[in-house]
């Protein structure tokens, strides 16, 4: 026993270090970068790392292992094989600072050994109010700064505890008269290591290709345009590895732990915790913290899950700290009709 589970858990490391060092690559030679705070403010496309799911944002965004409902899309595409039912829908608000909101909506259907999904992400920031050298205080004009994504995702099951999953997105940014474009892939690994439902996961997110902005400058007053000449900057590429487990102290409570390394491309190494108490499968409360942030860290969360006619429905709500930037509010729905359920053995690892 003892000599198959080191074999396991030697397997998934050795796969998470790999995947851990291809995240930086999206530029090709690169190599791992262990002082990423030197590249801060260095990758495009930042909303791409808005985190999307009150229930991962509450467990601290630790949730590399722990994707397997609606945001598995969004954090762990192999994760997608380990939903509740054959068929799942979820949506998630964020309540971001500066007004600014962001709405995510999710489809996937899985068989018994595939699974496919798909996901649509959009940023809206109002109007903005124009100004320039002569007009302080506005031009009377107003401007929009908008993002979207949308992506498509298959996993795989390819033995009863081992899923892979990868997805492919397409981004645009428009600000003003300008406009970002690039198309993006998320890889990831989902392994049950058969103790308990302890599970290891790992992802890399937001891979691909330096982003170049385009567009044209708006005209001066006399008429001239300048030539435009854009700098391209890095994908914000991020590497996670986790782990996660559930610890059942009666037929009414269990507690579940979860933890991530986090490794974006232009900052520091993190590390992410969560914990989250279940009573009576209804009630969920949650916590999460993550290390080596300028500000802030700390989040907090709670769910409530029924089942109706044979429909799972969860709803969930958290808050994370962004120091000065405030506090910052989640909310989502996660559905998943039960009347083709997988046995209960699918916790454990074991695929009908």
């Known amino acids: 026993m003892v000599g198959t589970l080191a074999r396991r858990l030697a397997v ?5 270090v790999l995947l851990c060092a291809a ?3 999206a530029r090709a030679g690169d190599l791992l970068r262990l002082f990423g705070e030197e590249n801060a403010g260095t990758s495009s496309a930042q909303f791409l790392r808005i985190p999307v799911g009150a229930r991962a944002v509450g467990l601290g965004q630790a949730y590399s292992a722990l994707s ?7 954090w762990n595409p192999a994760g997608l094989m380990r939903t509740p039912g054959r068929s799942n829908y979820f949506a998630s608000h964020v309540a971001w600072t500066a007004d600014i909101d962001l709405d995510f909506a999710a489809y996937h259907r899985r068989g018994q050994n595939f699974a496919y999904g798909l996901m649509f992400g959009a940023l809206r920031s109002g109007d903005i109010l124009r100004t320039d050298e002569l007009h302080q205080e506005g031009t009377g004009q107003y401007f929009n700064a908008n993002q979207f994504f949308v992506g ?23 600000l003003d008269e300008y406009q970002t474009k690039a198309i993006l892939a998320d890889l990831g690994i989902l392994y049950y290591v058969g103790v308990g439902d302890l ?3 790992f992802t890399v997110r937001n891979f691909g290709t330096d982003i170049r902005p385009g567009g044209t400058p708006p005209a001066t007053p006399d008429g001239y345009v300048a030539a435009a000449d854009f700098q391209s900057f890095p ?32 900052y520091s190494e993190s590390f992410r915790l969560g914990a989250e108490l279940a009573l009576r499968r209804q009630l969920f409360l949650r916590g999460g913290y993550e290390t080596n942030r300028p500000e802030g860290g700390l989040a907090a969360g709670f769910g409530l899950m029924v089942e109706r006619h044979q429909l799972q429905i969860r709803v969930d709500y958290a808050y994370s700290d962004m120091g000065s930037f405030g506090v ?14 997988p046995p209960a053995a699918i916790d454990q690892g074991r695929l009908p």
């Open 235 to 266: 994908a914000p590429t991020v590497g996670a590895f986790g782990a996660a487990r559930t610890w059942n102290f009666s037929s009414k409570v269990a507690l579940l732990t979860t933890a991530d390394f986090n490794h974006p491309s232009d």
């Open 12 to 16: 998934a490391v050795s796969a998470g």
């Open 68 to 74: 397997t409902d609606g945001a598995a899309i969004f």
């Open 23 to 25: 995240a930086p690559g």
């Open 328 to 341: 910052i509010h989640h909310f989502s729905i996660d559905l998943s009709p039960l009347w083709r359920r």
């Open 152 to 174: 498509a995702s298959l996993a795989r099951a390819m033995t009863d505890r081992f899923s892979i999953g990868m997805t492919a997105k397409y981004f645009q940014e428009n």
């Open 199 to 201: 599970r290891v996961g």
